[in-house]
């Protein structure tokens, strides 16, 4: 297990002594999945928070008539759950899915209420990036609203420069709320514009 990052990104919100930082990690799972496995799917419990060291995961959602429609994806440094059903401890509404091959660390719930009591700080650290997530959904929904297709677009390709090529265009326009046919013509004529 490569600590580093993870440490990392709990240092941008709380500073760890050694021991608390010790003690975090020993709560942590390391698991690797293969390209296209689930480590969530709708209806199963969900009982960890995932955090990425490497590859790119999907959360998305699939409707009665089977339509998927992609909820977010995790690229390393990134934390994914499926996080209204793991506060509530609720059956799962999403699934989560591994785009590639890749390398997560998972926290169970019950852990994680145990750090909280060992180590109050990290609900200061979880607070802030359920904000932080909250804030982000909140203007994704508005961008829906207000946005063309093709600013969505480009909003995706600044969100998540690293992922573009790891990522079909299909689940990039389920994301989007388009056609892959759509994005396709967006992309041919932001190609035009950018020879032009």
């Not at 600044?158 to 689940?171: C, D, G, N």
Request: aromatic fraction near 10%; charge should be positive.
């Amino acid at each position: 297990m490569n600590e580093s990052l993870i440490l990392k990104n709990i240092s941008q919100h709380i500073s760890l002594s050694d021991d608390e930082a010790g003690y975090f990690i020993s709560l942590l799972k390391e698991r690797r999945i293969k390209k296209k496995e689930l480590i969530l799917k709708q209806q199963q419990s969900c009982k960890e928070i995932s955090f990425v060291q490497s590859g790119t995961l999907r959360a998305f959602y699939v409707d009665s008539s089977g339509k998927e429609s992609t909820i977010m994806f995790a690229v390393p440094d990134w934390w994914i759950t499926d996080m209204h059903c793991f506060v509530n401890q609720k059956p799962a509404i999403l699934n989560i899915e591994a785009l590639e091959d890749s390398s997560i660390l998972q926290l169970k719930k019950d852990d994680l209420e145990a750090l909280y009591l060992k180590v109050p700080k990290f609900e200061r650290f979880f607070r802030i990036m359920m904000q932080n997530a909250y804030t982000r959904e909140q203007l994704r929904i508005i961008e829906n609203l207000s946005l063309t297709a093709e600013e969505r677009y480009y909003n995706f390709l600044q969100k998540y420069p690293l992922a573009v090529e790891r990522i079909t265009q299909k689940q990039i326009a389920s994301y989007l709320g388009i056609t892959p046919e759509f994005l396709s013509t967006i992309k041919t004529n932001k190609q035009k514009n950018s020879t032009s």
